[in-house]
C-alpha cells in the first residue's frame, strides 16, 4: 500500500506540474489552452535529444529543455492567444487544438512516432516501512512542492504577481490603472509553459516518450482544473494531489478503470457545484 500511495503522490505531483499552467491560462484569460499539451511533449522531446546529442546529464539537459520552449510559448502566445481574448471559448479551443495537431505532426517528422524509453536518472531506491520507493519519484514530489510555495511567495509577494491574481479578479479595474494587464498576463502563458514542459521533463523517465503523450495527460489536467477551480492555484494543487490518489488507488485494484475516476470525481463536483457562466 506505500508504494500505491507513493506512486499517487508522484502522479499528483506532475499533473500539478502541469495543470497550474492550464489553471493560470484560463484564469487570466478566459482561454482554454489545448496548445499547452504541446509544450508539454516539447519539453519531453527535447530533454531526450540534449540527453542523446549533447550527452549532458539529465537534469542540466532538463533545465536546458524547459528554457528552449520559452521561444515556443511565446509564439503561440503572441501569434494565437493574444487574439482571441475577449472571444468565446469555442474559438479558443479550435485554434489552439489546431496548433496542438500540427506540433504533433512536427514533432513525428523531427523526431518520429517510434516511443523512446528513458532510464530512472537516479538510479537509487530508499526504504520506507520496509518498502523500496524510488529516490527519482521523491524528488518530483518534493519539486511540486517547492513550485508550489514558489508560486505562493511569487504571487503574494512580489509586484507582478500582485497584478496577475489582481487582475484575474478584475481585469477592467487593473487596466483602468494604466496597467498593461495583457504584457503581464503573458508573464503567466510563459510560466505556465516553462512549467508544462518541467513536467514532460520529469514524466518522461516514468512513460515513454511519444508524440501523442500529450493528448493522455491533457484531458487528465483539465479534470484536475475543474475539480481545483478554474483559475484557483491552491484549488489546483490539492485536486491534483487528490486525483492523482484516486488513479493510484484504483488502479491498484481495477486498473482499467484508473482514468475514468478521475472524470467521475469531476462529474460528482460539477454536479454539486456548477461553474458559474
Known sequence: MISTLAYGLTVGAILY??????????????????????????????????LQKLGLGFFLS???AVIAVIPVSYLIERYVI??????????AIIATYAVLLIGVDAIKWIWGAVPIPLSDPVGASVAILGVDLPVYRLIIILVALLIFAGLEVFFSRTVVGKI????L??????????ISV??????????????????GVLYAPITAVNPYMGFQVLLICFAVVVVGGLGS??????????????????????????DTMVFVVMGLVLILKPIEA
Open 17 to 50: 506540474i502541469i495543470a497550474i499552467g492550464l489553471s493560470l491560462t484560463f484564469g487570466t484569460m478566459r482561454i482554454v489552452n489545448f496548445a499547452h499539451a504541446l509544450v508539454y511533449t516539447l519539453g519531453a522531446y527535447i530533454l531526450v535529444t540534449t
Open 62 to 64: 532538463g533545465l536546458i
Open 82 to 91: 493574444r487574439r482571441l481574448y475577449g472571444q468565446s471559448v469555442d474559438y
Open 164 to 167: 496577475i491574481v489582481a487582475g
Open 169 to 178: 479578479e478584475d481585469k477592467e479595474a487593473v487596466a483602468s490603472l494604466g
Open 182 to 199: 495583457d504584457k503581464y498576463f503573458a508573464v503567466a502563458f510563459t510560466l505556465g509553459s516553462c512549467l508544462a514542459a518541467l513536467g
Open 233 to 258: 492555484i491552491r484549488g489546483t494543487f490539492v485536486a491534483a494531489f487528490a486525483l492523482g490518489m484516486v488513479m493510484s488507488i484504483t488502479g491498484r485494484y481495477w486498473g482499467p478503470a484508473a
